[in-house]
C-alpha cells in the first residue's frame, strides 16, 4: 500500500474508535403521551406509565390551547395548579436502568405554554435513587401558544455515590397549567480507555505529518 494512503488509513481508523463510544436512548414508558388514544379536545387526569397525585393527565389540544395542536403526536401532558399557594403536582417515572459510571446522560422534554391559561413556570428534574441529580427550574420561558426545548444533563464520574441507583424523570407547573411533551433520554459511555477524539485527532495528524515529511525528503534525495 502507498505510505500516504497507508498513512490516511491508520488514521481513519484511529479517528473511527474514538468516535466509537456507546451511545443509546434509554426506554421511557408513554414518552409522548399519545395513550390513552382521546378524542379532539378530551383529556384525562392520568398519565399511563407515570405517577401523579392530583390535578395532573392528558389532553388532545385544541386550537384555543396550541394553534397547531401538540408539536409531537396526537397529545400532551399537563400539569397545574392544585391549591391556593402550590404548584401543580409531580409527575415521575422510576426508569429501568440504572446510574452508570462514565456516562453523561441527557434529559428533553418540551414545555408548553397555553394560550389560553396563564403560565407560572415549570421544574423539570432528573434524580437517581430518589436524589435529585440535575434540573432545569424554569429556565425557558415559551410564548403564548408555544413550546420550547427544555435540556437537563448529568454526568456520572466513577466514583459516585448513586452508582446502581435506578433513574427517574420528574416534571411539573409552578403554578397554573404547564404542558409536557416528546420526553427522551439519553445516555453516552465514555470509555476509560479510549482517548478523547479531539487528542486523538492531534496524534492522527502528528502521525500523517511525519508522513508527508518523509516522502517529501525521498523526492529530494
Known sequence: MHKLAKGLSVLAVVLGVASSAA???????NPGF?????ADSGAVFVIPGWVSIGDAGVF?????????GAPEGENVAFSQLGGPDWGGPIVSQVLGDALTANTLYTLTM?????LDAPFAGYEIGLY???SLLANDFNTLAPGDGQFLLSTVQYFAAANDPLLGSLLEIQF???????NFDDVKVDAVTRQ???????TLALVGAGALGALLRRRRAAKQS
Open 23 to 29: 451511545a443509546a436512548p434509554l426506554f421511557v414508558a
Open 128 to 130: 437517581a435513587g430518589g
Open 172 to 178: 411539573r407547573s409552578l403554578g397554573r397549567q404547564a
Open 34 to 38: 399519545e395513550n390513552p388514544v382521546l
Open 60 to 68: 388532545d389540544p385544541h386550537a384555543a390551547a396550541y394553534l397547531t
Open 110 to 114: 418540551l414545555v408548553g405554554n397555553r
Open 192 to 198: 476509560a480507555d479510549i482517548p478523547e477524539p479531539a
